[in-house]
Nanobody, 114 residues
Framework: VQLVESGGGLVQPGGSLSRSCAAS????????MRWYRQAPGKERELVAS????????NYVDSVKGRFTISRDNAKNTVYLQMNSLKFEDTAVYYC????????WGQGTQVTVSS
């Protein structure tokens, strides 16, 4: 099982970043996919989730209207589009697959700084 993340990096406040997470080794289309983040000194937080079919997406209140989660089951990939980024979005972001058991990506730093 692998979840390989890409994207992330350094961006100025108000900017945008796109994240992707490519899955292999399990039946991707059967799993709920999630993005978590963990800021320094804070607990890991669920940011967004999307149902196995992609029909339902949910977000933590702090990112609603700014972040969009999506998936392409033909490509075994989940995405996170992050717009209007704020300083407080700075964190390590993790891709997660869940269906009873769960799998994690390696995590990638997103830094919002001027």
């Amino acid at each position: 099982v692998q979840l390989v993340e890409s994207g992330g990096g350094l961006v100025q406040p108000g900017g945008s970043l796109s994240r992707s997470c490519a899955a292999s080794g399990f039946t991707f289309a059967s799993y709920v996919m999630r993005w978590y983040r963990q800021a320094p000194g804070k607990e890991r937080e669920l940011v967004a989730s999307i149902s196995s079919t992609g029909g339902t997406a949910n977000y933590v209140d702090s990112v609603k209207g700014r972040f969009t989660i999506s998936r392409d089951n033909a490509k075994n990939t989940v995405y996170l589009q992050m717009n209007s980024l704020k300083f407080e979005d700075t964190a390590v972001y993790y891709c997660n697959a869940f269906r009873g058991v769960q799998f994690w990506g390696q995590g990638t730093q997103v830094t919002v700084s001027s």
